[in-house]
T-cell receptor, first 114, second 108 residues
């Protein structure tokens, strides 16, 4: 079955620790994305990558870092510099259909920083 | 400035009712997406449309490009339809802009 996996589903960390969230896709999509979701707000783009070994900052990249060493994998590191890291994190991948970008989402990781 | 507005924010209805969720936007787009987010958090893409109307089962999505407005309809609603429905805009590149969602609760 093709899809996007994120692990773990729930993650707890102490304040000041870096934490890495996993995202893997076997859809053979070139583009991958990380979003953050907070209550009452729409999804906000953290980072995205259109191709291996290349990525761009989204709207709220401060305090986060990513890598794209393989097409299938796009891990997100939440660093201690992120002021309010507790949130729901969603990974997505996409295929361009003409001029339309159809995105497929993973199940998400809920990060709680204590 | 919100480029995309959804209404209502919350909607509670009885099982069997016809449901309408609205999405308005302020700038030109290449496509509009309707997404469904269940309580567990995962998101499923329901529709991607750039004109007219699409139907899948009990779900119907329409878009009026001139009025910059889209609606998602659910016929014969069921408790399993309870979810957050999100409108997202595509401007012809790789990014999406998301609405804040409409929380739908269907009571048996």
């Amino acid at each position: 079955d093709g899809g996007i996996t994120q692990s773990p589903k729930y993650l707890f960390r102490k304040e000041g620790q870096n934490v890495t969230l996993s995202c893997e896709q076997n859809l053979n999509h070139d583009a991958m994305y990380w979003y953050r979701q907070d209550p009452g707000q729409g999804l906000r783009l953290i980072y995205y990558s259109q191709i291996v070994n290349d990525f761009q900052k989204g709207d709220i990249a401060e305090g986060y870092s990513v890598s794209r060493e393989k097409k299938e994998s796009f891990p997100l590191t939440v660093t201690s510099a992120q002021k309010n890291p507790t949130a729901f994190y969603l990974c997505a991948s996409s295929i361009m259909r003409g001029s339309h970008n159809e995105q497929f989402f993973g199940p998400g990781t809920r990060l709680t920083v204590l | 400035k919100n480029e995309v507005e959804q209404s209502p924010q919350n909607l509670t209805a009885q099982e069997g009712e016809f449901i309408t969720i609205n999405c308005s936007y302020s700038v030109g787009i290449s496509a509009l997406h309707w997404l469904q987010q269940h309580p567990g958090g995962g998101i499923v893409s329901l529709f991607m449309l750039s004109s007219g109307k699409k139907k899948h089962g009990r779900l119907i999505a329409t878009i009026n490009i001139q009025e910059k407005h889209s609606s998602l309809h659910i016929t014969a609603s069921h408790p399993r339809d309870s979810a957050v429905y999100i409108c997202a805009l595509n401007f012809g590149n790789e990014k999406l802009t998301f609405g804040t969602g409409t929380r739908l609760t269907i009571i048996p």
